[in-house]
């Protein structure tokens, strides 16, 4: 609205009231409205004639600029009609113009608009966010494919040993499926594997099984004392000697060990080539990768409140019923992962059953040592137990390297078949049970 | 599924109830025995130092239940590993021999042992003889090259697997059997006849590297040599490095997983792109793990270096005769080393590299890293 209007609407409204309407008959129209005044101002002294006339001014003063306004905005509305017709209008004139126009004229159009779009910053940041999260799908899933592809590979070869025959080893044209399919490598790879002991595969689970508890034990309480009970200067000199059991190789010490292991028993106990030599390593502390969990241990620990033992505490319980009651039932979490990975590490280890010599019949052959046996005690077990096999193949494949090779293969994928078994039902726990132990920090 | 976890459930039930038949009568026989005035005195034995304890001030008793809870682990640690960590350094220091009815005898003879090592020895690596320093220099290489590609992979994988996707629980459970099926003896069975494995593996590389030879294609675009040797090694192991990384992308997970989740939402509510988010979020709050990471991927390295097998070697004197026979000659015309004492040197020199090699990380690392309280 610019000056120019409001003047014509007030000049217009003052010549209608003088066509129309009198002074007396504009008073009128608002006696009510001052009958009330009145009423109110009863107890107010009356006014004087030229008040009187002042007022009655004033009143009709207000009453024009009322009707101004009024006026005003009903030309406003008649001249800008509502939002929404406004757009309809727009777009059906746009149509009608699209469809006025030649091809090529339209597709100008188009680009145009798509110049628009094209140029937009905050469309063009959600463009760019949704192509890059497009991309990065596709190549995640191409990286984890091939990944995937990459790990599982030697299981499937191992499997593709496992199915073929002994007589398609000299075939040059069998690469991945074998031509005769047998289990034979599984039956030969099996008696390999028990040529020591028929229960070669109950005892690796009964050691692991075993280690696994006892290792759970021992570092928990370990690393509670390194956790809580704290002793000035001895507890963290002492952990970190405890680490360093880490950095320093195994086989390093081997010469040493096997040495002073033979030269002086271990209160009385004779380690090389003893069944419990194992669990009584694991129950002191310095069982297979211990320091890593007895670092968990106390890191867990560290992270209990502790209000939680002090409340235990004010209720009387000594130290050892508030780590047995109250601490241990909390560390859940790392003691699922600490056993599997016990379990899993034992089951798998080779460095120690041949430092104790358990590959002897009379001690305790675990897979591991069985798998790593010599290619005479092979050629010496097949040539006992497999006659007529040989019969059939022919000397020459027998004594092939790579008959041998076949069959540590497969023994190799017996000796994971368990392990795979186990994990397909346990691998939740497995992966969440990391995650829920809590360690941050060093 | 639920077929196989009514099946699951029955089973920890019968076990269960397997249990409480077993100790049952266990804790009853028990009961009875440790009635009986002998068991009576035992106990008052054991609960001795308890009894001694109870009325001494809060603070000292629970000093001394620390050193008692540390106990079995300081045997343990003094038989099983201090001791013939000495003897190991004390062997590499003198002449060893094992004497019939007088047992093991050792003489001082100084650092000759490392002399030969450094001077003398040649060691197969590779199918070809190469003198003992040259081999440290090739193993140390690989090793130093090992731990970036594996801790970078590692983090990266694990960033990855704990973004959501579909089929995420299996591509986990897929990265983690690794961990599980990584033996020592399965390696070497492997190992024992490479010519298997290589027709096998042949068969298949010849046609990825027909399709396109990466190594190549890096040298045709003008790569510098190092960094084409460093990449196409990089990418030729990449199973030894998906083996080896298992339990760093658990702990690296277990790290992202303990990551505030308000700071992405700020970061998200401000405009940041994920890359972003990687670099000023995941990374500094993930890097105090990086050293636990880092040091368990030095330690693990080792044992899968290549000295390993060399010292494998060393330690069963009987089954390789032409090192006796090497050893068994006098050095320098003064002294005769034994086969245990040159063993003990390597081993030194083994622990020595091993050493440094994580000081080295840890000082490069502990500027990298970001500590959220601080």
């Known amino acids: 609205m610019t000056n120019k209007d409001e003047k014509e609407i007030q000049e217009s409204v003052e010549q209608e009231i003088k066509e129309t309407t009198s002074i007396d008959e504009v008073s009128n129209l608002e006696k009510e409205d001052t009958k009330k005044r009145k009423k109110k101002n009863d107890s107010e002294e009356e006014l004087t004639p030229e008040e009187k006339e002042e007022q009655a001014k004033k009143e009709r003063d207000m009453y024009i600029t009322k009707l101004c306004a009024d006026r005003a905005l009903e030309q406003m509305q008649e001249e800008t009609p509502l939002p929404e017709e406004i757009v309809q209008e727009e777009a059906v004139s746009e149509e009608a113009v699209l469809e006025n126009l030649t091809f090529a004229q339209r597709m100008k159009k188009h680009m145009e608009q798509a110049k628009v779009n094209w140029n937009d910053p905050t469309k063009k940041m959600v463009r760019n966010r949704r192509a890059l999260e497009i991309f990065g799908t596709i190549f995640r899933t191409f990286i984890l494919i091939g990944l995937c592809f990459v790990i599982l590979l030697p299981v499937l070869q191992k499997v593709s040993y496992a199915i073929r025959a002994p007589q398609d080893i000299s075939n040059q044209q069998v690469v991945w499926i074998p031509e005769h399919w047998s289990l034979m490598n599984v039956k030969i790879a099996y008696t390999y594997l028990t040529i020591n002991s028929n229960t070669t595969f109950l005892n690796s689970i009964f050691l692991s099984a075993i280690c696994m508890v006892i290792q759970i034990m021992a570092t928990a309480v370990a690393g509670y004392a390194f956790a809580r009970l704290k002793v000035k200067y001895f507890s963290n000199i002492f952990f970190y000697l405890v680490i360093l059991t880490l950095v320093v190789p195994n086989e390093s010490l081997t010469i040493a060990r096997s040495l002073f292991f033979q030269d002086t028993p271990f209160f009385f106990v004779n380690l090389i080539s003893n069944v419990f030599a194992m669990f009584i390593m694991s129950a002191f502390g310095m069982g297979l990768r211990s320091a890593i969990f007895i670092y968990l241990f106390r890191q867990f620990f560290r992270g209990v409140p502790i209000e939680l033992e002090e409340s235990a505490e004010v209720d009387g319980a000594g130290v050892i019923r508030t780590f047995w009651s109250v601490m241990l039932p909390n560390a859940r979490g790392a003691i699922v992962t600490v056993g599997l990975f016990s379990f899993v590490w034992q089951y798998n280890d080779f460095y120690y059953a041949t430092l104790y010599k358990f590959n002897d019949p009379k001690v305790l052959p675990l897979l591991t040592t069985s798998l790593a046996g010599s290619v005479s005690q092979f050629r010496s077990m097949f040539e006992t137990s497999f006659r007529t096999l040989i019969n059939e193949l022919g000397e020459t494949i027998a004594r092939d390297d790579k008959f041998y090779g076949l069959i540590l293969n497969t023994g190799a994928l017996l000796m994971m078949l368990p392990l795979i078994i186990a994990y397909f039902f346990v691998q939740r726990l497995f992966v969440e049970s990391i995650e829920r132990t809590g360690i941050t920090g060093m | ?374």
């Open chain 2, 1 to 374: 599924m639920n077929k196989i976890k009514k099946a699951l459930h029955k089973a920890k039930e019968a076990v269960g109830s397997f249990f409480q038949k077993i100790f049952a009568p266990v804790k009853r026989w028990w009961h009875k025995v440790s009635q009986t005035k002998f068991m009576q005195k035992v106990i008052n034995v054991l609960a001795f130092i308890p009894r001694k304890i109870k009325g001494l001030k809060n603070h000292t008793r629970k000093v001394i239940w620390g050193l008692i809870f540390l106990v079995p682990l300081m045997i343990g640690f003094i038989y099983f590993f201090l001791i013939p960590f000495i003897y190991t350094i004390w062997f590499s220091l003198s002449y060893v021999y094992i004497r019939a009815g007088e047992g093991l005898k050792s003489e001082f003879i100084g650092i000759d042992n490392f002399k030969y090592l450094f001077n003398v020895l040649n060691i197969t690596y590779n199918y070809e003889s190469i003198p003992f320093t040259q081999y440290l220099v090739q193993v140390i290489i690989l090793i130093a090259t090992d731990i970036p590609i594996i801790l970078i992979f590692s983090l990266i994988m694990a960033v990855v697997l704990n973004s959501k996707f579909k089929g995420r629980a299996l591509v986990r459970a897929i990265f983690f059997m690794p961990v599980i099926f990584n033996s020592q003896a399965i390696d070497m069975a492997v190992a024992a006849i490479p010519e298997l494995a290589e027709s096998t593996s042949n068969a298949t590389a010849d046609l990825f590297n027909q399709m396109f030879s990466f190594k190549e294609f890096l040298t045709n675009a003008n790569f510098p040599t190092w960094l084409v040797n460093f990449l196409s090694s990089a990418s030729s192991r990449i199973y030894d490095v998906i083996t080896y990384s298992g339990i760093q992308i658990l702990i690296f997970l277990s790290a992202i997983q303990s990551v505030p989740r308000h700071l992405y939402e700020a970061a998200k509510m401000e405009g940041a792109t994920q890359y972003e988010m990687f670099w000023k979020i995941t990374f500094p709050m993930v890097s105090p793990m990086l050293l636990a990471a880092a040091v368990y991927t030095v330690v693990d390295s080792f044992l899968r270096s290549p000295m390993v097998k060399t010292l494998q070697t060393y330690d069963n004197p009987g089954k390789i005769i032409e090192g006796i026979g090497e050893l068994g000659k006098v050095v320098d015309g003064v002294h005769q080393l034994s086969f245990y004492g040159a063993g003990a040197a390597i081993s030194i020199v083994f622990f020595a590299i091993a050493a440094v090699i994580v000081l080295v990380v840890l000082g490069i690392l502990s500027r990298v890293v970001f500590y959220y309280d601080e």
